[in-house]
């Protein structure tokens, strides 16, 4: 679980994981029950790097730019190697003085943000040969949506479920 704009957990970028007393029966699902940061990467079977927020920095973006969807912003977050853009100037972050947190240093294979008007998707094949799949989650709360990643399909396709 991720934290988002509106949880209860610190405003600013990188948010910490959401409180453990939030979620007093979790300790039984403590193999799949993960809080984790916003934003957050982890390595899955060794090899496929998933990259992503809640969706805090795309929305900021969206507030200043015109014709362009969260998916567009997404692509170029990654071509830029930024998560997040705007802060500390619109979007508010944690100062820091050494590491930026937001900067990619790698491609990752699947890179999302959620909170989105509606869902999203769009493979982008770098001149080096990666490919990342880029992922606009739509919010579950209005749009009931799901989305899925195929992490043994070739392409990482997508596909949703709706509640």
């Known amino acids: 679980v991720m934290p988002g ?3 209860p957990c610190n405003v600013t970028m990188p948010q910490q994981p959401l409180h453990r007393c939030l979620f007093p029966h979790s300790e039984r699902f ?8 916003n934003p ?10 998933v990259t992503g927020t809640s969706g805090q920095p795309i ?14 912003l997404l692509e170029a977050t990654l071509r830029w190697r930024h998560v997040a853009p ?3 100037d ?14 990619l240093t790698h491609t990752p294979h699947v890179y999302f943000a959620g909170d989105q008007a509606e869902f999203d998707t769009r493979l982008v094949r770098e001149e080096k040969g990666t490919v990342s799949r880029l992922v606009a989650v739509p919010r579950f709360a209005e749009t009931g949506t799901v ?3 195929d992490l043994a399909s070739k392409d990482l396709d997508c596909s949703t479920i709706r509640f």
Not at 40 to 49: A, R
Not at 59 to 72: E, F, G
């Open 5 to 7: 704009g509106t949880d």
């Open 30 to 37: 403590q193999q799949t029950f993960h809080r984790v940061t």
């Open 40 to 49: 957050f990467e982890c390595v899955l079977d060794d090899s496929l790097t």
């Open 59 to 72: 929305n900021d973006m969206l507030k200043y730019t015109r014709h362009m969807s969260a998916v567009d």
């Open 86 to 88: 705007t802060a500390p």
């Open 90 to 103: 619109t979007l508010p972050c944690y100062p820091v003085t050494m590491i930026d947190p937001f900067v």
């Open 147 to 149: 989305v899925l990643v």
